[in-house]
């Protein structure tokens, strides 16, 4: 390492500092190596995919420049550690003078600084760390392997069985004949179709069994040897049986119920919050999920937190959230039995129904914990199973006396009011991580879902949904607050009346709500909640008339999301499932909402400021008819401060043109009729001309206006219009207003 400065007259401050160093990164081979970061900042994100020499960085100004602490500048090499990597004539020359009687660091992946310049004014190098990719077991199987870059847990799992230490770093080294490959091909497969990717490093600081848990907590599944042929089985905990086909354990073939007991309320945990990696700084940053109605029972919070390193997605740590709630938050049973012979078909993680009449229970879902097979001497079978989450619902029993307390707490029942919307570009850019909304593509959508309580003691609603694949679980969604409108309003009203409220404690002012398809600011209520203040027609939408008993979702932070991804065309059906501390709604008790995916996120914004004739939805008119609009535009519309109705005009996106309709009628009663079409228009005002108007065959004794914006043939998601507009003046109504107004 050395110190470089210019002979000049004038006085040394300082130096630049060079150094020649080979850095390990890790065990080798890997796939690639992604990105460079030096002291939190990123010096160098060309992905390198092989090895290669002279890569160059040329971050001089990292570090503040010469003046303050230097920067990044220089030639590498890279060796991306397989066991045939060539000599480094780099390495031999900055080691012994160019002689190849040196190691060749096979089995390692490495980079050589080549005289590189790392710093300025302090000498002192700075930590370099790398962010490399590595999926394993992809000569295994390589369908599933990469999960959007994360290696997928099933694959992560054969080769800590497989792998051989030497070349891996890290394995068993067992024969693949050890492994039952059709259970983990299977649970590969779920994991790939849930985008279950895990990313990580492992240090070797824990134990082989350790590292196999750690996956298998990530995953929520079990790894175990089945006994009648010696494969390791890998199960994961998913709703995925049919009640109907489960095998029955009553007092035909248990022998002995050894213990019952069921979880009490003061046991159960009311908030999850998850630690996870960041997925573009790769810090520590966590989620946190509650259950409000164990929160409300309780009458306090009762947290825990996991750390689930190997998630980098928000996504991805909100659903795993969501399944430690759940599981952590229900009052589960758990049973200890013995049985005969029977059960020997049993397995870690099988489920089954379990009848026992001196409980009252009538059928009640376990799933298989621990279980003894048994001995020669001793053919029974000691099984210990907990109730299986995903079948709280259709747990029942039967009472043998009425209770004399009745039960506030009433049955699941479906949402009496629900409703699914295609997430606008505004929504998706604060919900989504900056890596997703990066690679967002055109044709995806997302979707939320609004619910409203079916009972008081509802706290939640799971979400299932289906593509044509049949009904799939996602994850829990909270119930929306909402209001009903007390009175019909027009497109200018910003002051609603509201009744029969829903949880308007819960709703914060300066968000956004929505009602029949558009979205509105709240401004404010009034004191006892009965108006709201409001902006009309913000992000993709614009005002529109809304009858009496129109329902206002106030949804920004009481929804259901689920964070998967459809594309244009899909039409989903969503079932919600109200929870009570019964249990949750039978899904087939459940009606279905549907919605089908059209473009909403890369459509332009439609004009807002719509003027005719300098009036804001005018039903009559008199003089010259102008038209005039605001641009607006959905790339940079992004801050939390919403552009209303009103705002002036914004700078639009790039190639956007608009379109004006023109329809006219002369007859009182009878629709108007298309005269007119301009298109290709990029000025924010035109003039519909009394020149212009003869020439489509008036004058109109009335007219309907419509505006739209396109770009790139993507039409907005709504149209700016004004329909049957009574024109007054010289030469019109004449015989009904004599040419003039009354």
């Known amino acids: 390492m050395g110190g470089h400065h210019s002979q000049t007259t004038t006085q040394t401050i300082g130096y630049k500092y060079y150094i020649s160093a080979h850095l390990i990164i890790c065990h080798g081979p890997i796939d690639s190596l992604k990105k460079i970061i030096v002291e939190k900042r990123d010096a160098y994100d060309v992905e390198l995919t092989s090895s290669s020499l002279n890569n160059y960085i040329d971050s001089p100004e990292l570090f503040g420049g010469e003046k303050k602490q230097g920067g990044i500048q220089g030639y590498f090499d890279f060796n991306i550690g397989t066991f045939t990597e060539n000599l480094n004539t780099h390495i031999a020359e900055a080691i012994n003078g160019g002689d190849t009687n040196i190691p060749y660091f096979r089995g390692v992946a490495s980079i050589f600084l080549n005289d590189m310049y790392i710093a300025a004014m302090n000498p002192y190098m700075k930590p370099w760390s790398f962010v490399v990719k590595r999926i394993p077991s992809k000569d295994w199987n390589d369908t599933y392997a990469d999960i959007n870059g994360g290696a997928n847990p099933a694959h992560i799992l054969y080769e800590i069985l497989t792998g051989n230490p030497d070349i891996n770093g890290v394995g068993l080294h067992l024969p693949s004949s050890y492994i039952d490959e059709d259970s983990f091909l299977e649970a590969a497969e779920t994991l790939y179709n849930e985008n279950f990717g895990l990313s990580f490093a492992w240090k070797k600081e824990g134990t082989i069994q350790e590292l196999i848990q750690m996956v298998l907590d990530h995953i929520g599944g079990i790894l175990y040897q089945n006994l009648t042929n010696g494969k390791f089985v890998l199960k994961l905990i998913r709703e995925d049986y049919s009640e109907s086909s489960l095998p029955i354990f009553d007092e035909s073939n248990i022998i002995k119920l050894i213990s019952y007991e069921r979880r009490s309320l003061s046991e159960t945990i009311n908030e999850v919050t998850i630690k996870f990696i960041h997925p573009d700084t790769y810090k520590e940053v966590s989620t946190t999920v509650q259950d409000l109605g164990n929160i409300n029972a309780q009458g306090e919070v009762v947290g825990t937190t996991i750390s689930y390193l190997g998630i980098q997605s928000y996504e991805l740590a909100n659903r795993v959230a969501q399944r430690e709630l759940l599981s952590q938050s229900s009052l589960l049973a758990k049973i200890k039995i ?51 989450v995903f079948a709280l619902p259709n747990a029942s029993y039967v009472g043998t006396q009425p209770p004399l307390w009745e039960n506030p707490t009433q049955e699941p029942a479906d949402c009496p009011q629900k409703t699914l919307i295609e997430l606008p570009y505004y929504i998706l850019y604060h919900i989504l991580t900056t890596g997703v909304f990066d690679s967002l593509d055109d044709t995806e959508g997302y979707f939320y879902s609004m619910g409203s309580k079916p009972s008081a003691d509802a706290y939640s609603y799971k979400i299932y949904t289906d593509s044509g694949s049949g009904y799939q679980s996602r994850t829990i969604g909270n119930f929306t607050p909402l209001a009903y409108l007390e009175e019909g309003i027009n497109k200018t009203d910003e002051i609603f009346i509201l009744k029969n409220a829903e949880s308007l404690t819960l709703v914060d002012e300066d968000i956004y709500a929505y009602i029949n398809g558009e979205f509105i600011k709240i401004i404010g209520f009034n004191s006892d909640l009965s108006s709201l203040s409001v902006k009309r027609g913000v992000l993709d939408t614009v ?12 949804l920004q932070n009481f929804k259901g999301y689920t964070g998967y991804s459809y594309v244009d065309t899909d039409e989903i059906n969503v079932k919600l499932l109200p929870r009570t501390s019964y249990g949750t709604l039978d899904i087939d008790d459940a009606s279905p909402i549907s919605l089908t995916f059209n473009h909403r996120q890369i459509r332009p914004y439609p004009p807002g400021k719509f003027r005719i004739g300098g009036e804001a939805y005018p039903e009559q008119l008199v003089g010259t008819l102008t038209i005039s609009w605001a641009h607006r535009n959905r790339l940079t519309q992004l801050s939390q401060d919403l552009v209303t109705q009103d705002d002036p005009s914004i700078t639009p996106e790039s190639g956007t043109t608009y379109t004006l309709k023109i329809y006219g009628s002369t007859v009182v009663g009878v629709t108007p009729v298309l005269v007119r079409t301009e298109t290709g228009i990029t000025d924010d005002s035109w003039e519909y001309t009394e020149q212009r108007e003869r020439e489509d065959g008036g004058p109109w004794s009335y007219i309907s206006i419509e505006l739209d914006a396109y770009r790139d043939d993507y039409k907005n998601w709504q149209t700016q219009k004004q329909e049957n507009i009574e024109l007054m003046g010289y030469g019109r109504q004449y015989g009904n207003y004599y040419g003039g107004i009354e």
């Open 338 to 388: 013995e049985c005969n012979r029977e059960a020997f078909s049993l397995l870690p993680g099988d489920v089954f129904i379990f009848k026992w009449d001196a409980l009252g229970i009538e059928s009640m879902i376990f799933r298989v914990g621990q279980i003894n097979k048994g001995s020669i001497e001793k053919r029974s079978i000691i099984i210990e199973a907990l109730e299986d």
């Open 543 to 554: 005002p529109a008339e809304h009858p009496e008993n129109s329902i206002i979702w106030f």
